[in-house]
């Protein structure tokens, strides 16, 4: 679904008022009378990072965030980090994981178990990730102030706008009940939903596009085994569904830090049953049931009910059955919604509305989806109708009581995985993060501003079907390392806003950019945009100095484009990063250390606009591309 101000509609036509409005209109908000250089809505890893990389360089930040805690999902449970090659993203988010593994050596020890499970500072707790972020900002205290229990509501009387310049936004203050006007230069989204962007008129995108429009894999209606192949059910359709949400629980095995969960106020035993015949046969979603028969599945249901456990390939056991374990230190597991099953804590359908409703609505089905996942989890420690053996291995798992201990030891936000995706200067799609050919890179872009690494991923749109494989968009596509454009994070019609979280993409190409490490990426790219715009005798995002934007990036370690022998810790790192934008080494690999060929010199050479381009003898590329480099330096300061 498209929303504009009444240009291309392609799926629905909302009419909204996005208008201009004064500070006047529905009431004059309590301003505090203090001017800010940044105004970030929204105290995710995206707006934390946005407002550290602007300190670094002397600007002022206000973050605005609607919960008590600030910290997004890894603060909330989301502490299995998603990228899928290390070293692809770094900046300001390499900082945050060395400060996590540094916390846990600090605590227990470097040779301890929790740091061994923290996998270098990659896994976490939830309350390790708070810690580290809060120590992070407080680094930066003469520069950042943190307002927390306060919300921006997506309505144009929430936002003053004059011509293609946000100039105040006022915000509720969930302790006084009062509005507050907050004053700014810049502004940025770092809302998981688009609030902001919403609110200031920003095009955005809600729902899948099909498959004719951008020819992505996964595009539209899509029925796939899981890590198989698609159906021949799927239409490939557009339509207006949104990808389900759920919370990233943090259970523990350890019987000194475990709470049973019990059994949810509201709670309707018939939305879970249909998990008793899947435990019983064995039945899942994966790529290995393609080879599996009815008669095998009646075959498990005998053996399970004599005591066994499930026999069919690719079948897991116990709370795994509902939900994905990975481990992370002190006992504990990152459990997301289990991939392979047709019912666990993803609740889809239901979600739709996220995006674009108020706080009110949100709020419920926060609380409806809270009282599902319990009663999931309740219903396969419990009911009767589950094989006692099955009960007794989900039972091993309960809350850990020393997290969320505000919030009944459960997370506070939901995992919204996608919300509003905004028309920006750029849009994201698929073909961006796969390669033009086998073994090569997706299309580099010159004006990167991170690299990242993750499949193309989303959770499913419907809830199970009569005789479906698996759920309605429920996919996972490989992609390989690539480029972000800065384009992504600009929107085309308003000069003081940056749109960090919720990007420009398609359903697909979002997919794969909705990480953490890349939203991390993003707002430390937005952070810095932002206050080289504010040099300017005009604030206009959309005209930042881009070489300037990517050194002070490199400057902060920041990886703009992936190499596997060179990272930041190298000494031609900003070299290296420098010509492969350009286009000097299209290969994943820089080898410095190695001979010029003849290849090597012919492109060089073309792409110095230098046909007498020589090399001395024994001459490593390294030193050919830093004589390059420093000639090209001499014209065009990066």
């Not at 540094?102 to 923290?118: L, P």
């Not at 309707?268 to 979603?285: A, C, I, P, Q």
């Not at 399970?304 to 499930?310: C, E, M």
């Not at 480029?483 to 398609?506: A, C, F, Q, R, Y």
């Amino acid at each position: 679904m498209r929303y504009n101000r009444g240009k291309k509609v392609l799926l629905a036509i909302v009419v909204c008022c996005t208008m201009t409005f004064s500070s006047a209109a529905h009431g004059q908000g309590k301003s505090n009378g203090k001017p800010y250089d940044l105004i970030i809505v929204g105290g995710t890893p995206g707006g934390i990072m946005a407002a550290i990389s602007a300190a670094k360089l002397g600007k002022t930040s206000l973050i605005l965030e609607r919960t008590a805690h600030i910290g997004g999902l890894p603060a909330n449970g989301l502490g299995a980090t998603d990228l899928a090659t290390r070293g692809a993203t770094t900046g300001l988010f390499t900082d945050f994981v060395a400060r996590v593994k540094a916390q846990y050596v600090k605590k227990y020890g470097a040779n301890s178990e929790q740091v061994k499970a923290s996998q270098e500072g990659y896994h976490f707790e939830a309350s390790v990730a708070e810690q580290v972020f809060e120590d992070m900002l407080a680094a930066h205290q003469q520069h950042i102030e943190v307002r927390k229990l306060m919300q921006f509501d997506a309505a144009p009387t929430n936002i003053s706008v004059s011509g293609r310049s946000i100039s105040m936004i006022k915000v509720l203050n969930r302790t006084t009940k009062a509005l507050e006007a907050f004053s700014g230069k810049v502004f940025l989204d770092a809302t998981y939903e688009g609030d902001l962007g919403a609110a200031a008129g920003i095009p955005f995108v809600v729902g899948r596009e099909g498959k004719d429009e951008y020819n992505e894999p996964g595009a539209g209606q899509v029925y796939k085994y899981w890590r198989g192949p698609e159906s021949a059910e799927s239409s490939f359709q557009r339509d207006n569904a949104v990808q389900s949400y759920n919370y990233r629980l943090c259970l523990t095995n350890d019987k000194t830090n475990s709470l049973r969960v019990e059994k949810p106020e509201k709670y309707n035993r018939d939305e879970y049953v249909s998990l008793v015949d899947d435990v019983l046969t064995g039945r899942h979603t994966g790529a290995s049931m393609k080879e599996v028969t009815e008669a095998m599945l009646e075959q498990n249901r005998a053996h399970v009910l004599k005591g066994g456990k499930t026999q069919i390939p690719g079948d897991v056991w116990g709370i795994a059955k509902i939900t994905n374990m990975v481990l992370l230190p002190n006992k504990k597991s990152d459990a997301n919604n289990q991939h392979m099953a047709f019912i666990s804590t993803d609740l889809p359908e239901e979600n739709w509305p996220w995006p674009t409703s108020g706080w009110e609505w949100r709020d419920k089905f926060a609380q409806r989806l809270k009282e599902y996942t319990l009663g999931l989890i309740y219903f396969a420690q419990n009911d009767a109708a589950l094989p006692e053996h099955f009960r007794n291995a989900a039972l091993e798992w309960g809350l850990a009581k020393d997290e969320y201990q505000d919030n009944a030891n459960f997370p506070r936000q939901v995992y919204v995985r996608e919300g509003r995706r905004f028309q920006g200067v750029y849009f994201f799609t698929a073909k961006d993060a796969l390669p033009v050919q086998e073994g090569a890179r997706p299309p580099i872009h010159p004006s990167s501003i991170t690299a990242s690494h993750y499949a193309l991923d989303s959770h499913a749109v419907r809830k199970r079907e009569q005789g479906k494989i698996h759920l309605d968009g429920f996919l996972s596509y490989p992609s390989a390392v690539y480029t972000v454009p800065l384009g992504v994070i600009m929107p085309k019609e308003i000069d003081n806003l940056l749109l960090p979280v919720p990007v420009s993409g398609s359903h697909i190409g979002f997919s794969t950019l909705r990480m953490e490490p890349c939203w991390m990426a993003l707002g430390q790219a937005a952070g810095v945009a932002a206050a080289l715009a504010l040099e300017g005798n005009t604030v206009k995002v959309q005209e930042v100095d881009q070489s300037k934007l990517q050194e002070v990036l490199i400057g902060q370690n920041a990886t703009l484009i992936y190499y596997k022998d060179v990272d930041p810790s190298n000494p031609d790192f900003k070299m290296v990063q420098y010509m492969g934008l350009k286009g000097y080494l299209p290969g994943w690999e820089a080898s410095l250390n190695s001979a010029v060929s003849a290849a090597d010199l012919e492109l060089w050479s073309k792409l110095s606009n230098n046909n007498a381009l020589k090399v001395a003898k024994k001459a490593t590329r390294g030193t050919l591309l830093n004589k390059i480099y420093l000639s090209l330096q001499s014209k065009t300061k990066l």
